[in-house]
């Protein structure tokens, strides 16, 4: 059974940056698509970012220059490094797979396994 644990997320000021974890219980990493999903309180969770097994990335409008997603294919480990964290970067943080080689977008229906969810806020 596949099993994704994010790492702590925290609290940093406006500006600053964090990295997140994810680590997978199977080495899927490399054969998968993987991705980061955020959802604020009060609103759905959304696609912030996605690699596929061949390192191509996407992002969301409102990271792209911002947030890069990375993954490390022998630690089995996935990993989303935020700079120029914004008040409204604020929200739970999961990352996810879908089964396949590719990506197929950053809607929530077409991702398979989820973590438990990281907390970030950005606050001053």
């Known amino acids: 059974q596949v099993q994704l644990a994010e790492s702590a997320g925290g609290s940093v000021q406006p500006g600053g940056s964090l990295r997140l974890s994810c680590a997978a219980s199977?080495?899927?990493?490399?054969?998968?698509?993987m991705g980061w999903f955020r959802q604020a309180p009060g609103k759905e969770r959304e696609g912030v970012a996605a690699?596929?097994?061949?390192?191509?990335?996407s992002y969301a409008d409102s990271v792209r220059g911002r947030f890069t997603i990375s993954k490390e294919n022998a630690k089995n480990t996935l990993y989303l490094q935020m700079n120029s964290l914004k008040p409204e970067d604020t929200a739970m943080f999961y990352c996810?797979?879908?089964?396949?080689?590719?990506?197929?977008?950053?809607?929530?229906?077409?991702?398979?396994?989820w973590g438990q969810g990281t907390h970030v806020t950005v606050s001053s």
């Open positions: 996810a797979l879908a089964y396949g080689r590719r990506c197929l977008g950053l809607t929530t229906d077409r991702y398979n396994e």
């Open positions: 199977l080495f899927i990493v490399s054969r998968n698509c």
């Open positions: 690699i596929d097994n061949d390192g191509d990335t």
